[in-house]
């Protein structure tokens, strides 16, 4: 299996462009989970998908970021408009199942920076 | 709201040293906890998972144990190598999936 895949791997834009990160998790997946990174901060759940349904973004910080999950094999995480306190990396995870063993995978990441 | 806290921040040992990571979590009604690597600019690699019921769980050098009544965990990495080095990462499953600590970053000295 190639893992969680996620594109770009990089990413540089002007504040006010729209972004959009893709991943796609490791086929069988049920849970889908998009996080943010940065120094300040750590790692922070924005929302995740179970069945392709979104179930929990409260992570989401404001209403300029939204996600979708139109099927199985496919996610995106949009920035409209972007910031410059945007700028983080972004990673994409995927799980079997929820509860007791619920180990996830992630992918390499979308290093953001929004100048 | 679950909080995780991993201490130190940052820690330096020379080669062939065993040394224990710590982690702290605030609400003990979790699914279980999972260690982290990540290498600087690279995603996260999953190296043990424990779950609520279990007490600990080993992995080559790697040995993780959980406390969950006491809201602790310890990551013990025995006769540390140089390619040990990087960041390594706590995080508890609970109500709210995966609640991250800010990491410690271990610098193993050859």
């Known amino acids: 299996d190639a893992g969680v895949i996620q594109s770009p791997r990089h990413e540089v834009t002007e504040m006010g462009q729209e972004v959009t990160l893709r991943c796609k998790p490791i086929?069988?997946?049920?849970?889908l989970f998009w996080y943010r990174q940065t120094m300040m901060r750590g790692l922070e759940l924005l929302i995740y998908?179970?069945?392709?349904?979104?179930?929990?973004d409260s992570g989401m910080p404001e209403d300029r970021f939204s996600a979708k999950m139109p099927n199985a094999s496919f996610s995106t995480l949009k920035i409209q408009p972007s910031e410059p306190r945007d700028s983080a990396v972004y990673f994409c995870?995927?799980?079997?199942?929820?509860?007791?063993?619920?180990?996830?995978?992630f992918g390499p990441g979308t290093r953001l920076t929004v100048l | 709201k679950q909080e995780v806290t991993q201490i130190p921040a940052a820690l330096s040992v020379p080669e062939g040293e065993n040394l224990v990571l710590n982690c702290s979590f605030t609400d003990s009604a979790i699914y279980n906890l999972q260690w982290f690597r990540q290498d600087p600019g690279k995603g996260l690699t999953s190296l043990l998972l424990i779950q609520s019921s279990q007490r600990e769980q080993t992995s080559g050098r790697l040995n993780a144990s959980l406390d969950k009544s006491s809201g602790r965990s310890t990551l013990y990495i025995a006769a540390s190598q140089p390619g040990d080095s990087a960041t390594y990462l706590c995080?508890?499953?609970?109500?709210?999936?995966?609640?991250f600590g800010k990491g410690t970053r271990l610098s193993v000295i050859a």
């Open positions: 995080a508890v499953d609970g109500n709210t999936p995966l609640v």
């Open positions: 086929s069988g997946h049920d849970y």
């Open positions: 998908f179970n069945n392709n349904v979104p179930i929990d």
């Open positions: 995870a995927s799980s079997l199942t929820s509860g007791g063993y619920n180990e996830q995978f």
